[in-house]
């Protein structure tokens, strides 16, 4: 069945840096463009971060820019996210999905990053 792993969170200082990864397994991540999302406490979840299939584009939201790169493995069947001059906004549990993932679609387990000022 399809699972999504995301590791790589922490307790950071703001100005540093983290690498999240996410292993997919249960289906073939070639086929999908695939986002990072996020979910700050008492706050909805947010898509943060996109890329395409076969990484020819990105997206990400305005406050990321310039900050965060995600990129992809396909043959790992893994995404990943840079995460550079980490600010205390940026904390909240990171999720990796599809792009276009709904509140009803399988979700895993996330990973928390927390940015101390």
């Known amino acids: 069945q399809v699972q999504l792993v995301e590791s790589g969170g922490g307790l950071m200082q703001a100005g540093g840096s983290l690498t999240l990864s996410c292993a997919a397994s249960g289906f073939t991540l070639d086929y999908y463009r695939m986002a990072w999302y996020r979910q700050a406490p008492g706050l909805q979840r947010e898509l943060v971060a996109h890329?395409?299939?076969?990484?020819?584009?990105?997206g990400y939201i305005d406050s990321v820019k310039g900050r965060f790169t995600i990129s992809r493995d396909n043959a790992k069947n893994t995404v990943y996210l840079q995460m550079n001059s980490l600010k205390p906004e940026d904390t909240a549990v990171y999720y990796c999905?599809?792009?276009?993932?709904?509140?009803?679609?399988?979700w895993g387990q996330g990973t928390q990053v927390t940015v101390s000022s």
């Open positions: 999905n599809k792009a276009g993932a709904g509140m009803d679609d399988y």
């Open positions: 890329v395409s299939s076969e990484s020819r584009t990105t």
